[in-house]
């Protein structure tokens, strides 16, 4: 990949000058009076970002899998039930980090490419008058299809059945790009990290703890010792901290809130329905089942009988020197992903587009080179109400 190169995954992001030169600081004695002030802005910046008023945050050395672990052992029980729907790659492994630590998880199937049916686990929640179910797990963006569910409907859903279980929601490759809102929306404990919406490397799983969570880790007996949610409050870090990386957040934090969280949701929007017009101009469809559940993270493209999407992956970083997502679990080969989150704006995501098909067409697609840029190019044009800058 040439370093001047936009990448085009869902996660790891560009990297803002800005935030490289954050994350690159002199070794800093993190016991000094040096290193609090730094993990106190990242904090009140996350929290800011995640729309938490009342709760914690947590910023473990991780990644996202990390942080579902910290909500799952922090807060629930050997044996304890949780409802959860399987309807793509991160779903599946988040259920299956559940069974691992021996919960017992009621799974709703869906077909790759659906969100999460909410009238589904209205049924079960309802049906559970004993109130059995501890917590309902919500993959809010499904980094592999591209869809982006209802967490608020879900948090209805639970209201309507009088259910008190725990709303968790996994928002990697949501939080800090499009809409979230803990606080308006109940979510009880929201998992993200620093790799994409912040705009960072990988090594943070960041974790909002809402006030019903945090009195659940008073009852909760699964092991767990460095993800221990207790140790990182009161702001003392109970271990060696990547200070760089925490530096980072919170410069990546204030970057956002500079923007502007409107604004950065309206820029992922825009953005993401530039590349959504470009396959149509392709003739091609999304993973998302219905232009409703379409991600404006992350696009994944079905390609036509026979094609196999990795060779696009495989030749626009070969011939191309740019980095699209490949289709993973159900949809391998199936599919291929733009990313457009994080330090993106509608020329670079024009590069990409751009990319994408003459890619396609060295591979012999019948894609019209120009076809898709000429698409995007209209809505970019016609849909900026005011100059809206990429994070810097």
Not at 202 to 218: C, Q, Y
Request: with cysteine; hydrophobic share 45%.
């Amino acid at each position: 990949m040439h370093a001047l190169n936009p990448i085009f995954l869902p996660g790891p992001t560009n990297l803002p000058e800005a935030l490289r030169r954050a994350c690159d600081i002199p070794t800093m004695d993190h016991r000094s009076a040096a290193f609090g002030p730094i993990l106190a802005s990242a904090m009140a910046g996350v929290k800011q970002v995640l729309g938490l008023s009342e709760g914690e945050v947590a910023i473990f050395p991780a990644t996202g899998t990390g942080g579902w672990e910290a909500a799952v052992t922090n807060t629930l029980r050997p044996g304890d039930k949780v409802l959860a729907a399987r309807h793509g790659m991160f779903s599946r492994k988040w259920i299956d980090l559940c069974q691992r630590h021996g919960l017992d998880v009621e799974i709703v199937e869906r077909p790759w490419g659906e969100g999460v049916p909410v009238e589904a686990f209205a049924a079960a929640l309802a049906a559970d008058t004993g109130h059995r179910i501890r917590a309902v797990l919500v993959t809010h963006n499904e980094t592999a299809t591209g869809v982006t569910s209802d967490v608020a409907a879900v948090r209805a859903a639970m209201t309507a059945a009088g259910h008190p279980a725990l709303l968790m929601v996994d928002g990697v490759s949501s939080i800090g790009s499009i809409d979230f809102r803990m606080d308006a929306w109940g979510v009880d404990l929201a998992v993200t990290g620093s790799q994409k919406g912040f705009m960072l490397p990988a090594g943070l799983a960041i974790v909002g703890i809402g006030p019903k969570a945090l009195a659940a880790m008073e009852t909760s007996g699964l092991p767990r010792c460095f993800f221990d949610i207790r140790d990182m409050l009161g702001g003392n870090y109970p271990y060696t901290p990547p200070v760089g990386l925490i530096n980072g957040l919170a410069v990546s934090t204030g970057l956002l809130l500079e923007e502007g969280m409107e604004a950065v949701r309206a820029r992922h929007h825009r953005i993401a329905e530039g590349v959504r017009r470009a396959v149509a101009a392709w003739g091609m469809t999304t993973c998302a089942a219905r232009p409703e559940l379409c991600s404006d993270t992350v696009t994944a493209i079905v390609t036509p009988d026979g094609v196999d999407a990795g060779r696009i992956v495989r030749h626009a970083a070969e011939a191309y020197g740019v980095a699209f997502g490949g289709g993973l679990g159900e949809v391998a080969d199936k599919v291929f992903r733009i990313g457009h989150l994080g330090l993106m704006s509608d020329v670079m995501a024009l590069s990409g587009i751009a990319t994408a098909e003459m890619a396609m067409t060295d591979l012999g697609l019948p894609v019209r080179l120009g076809s898709g840029v000429a698409a995007a190019q209209e809505h970019y044009r016609n849909s900026r109400t005011a100059p809206v800058r990429a994070a810097a």
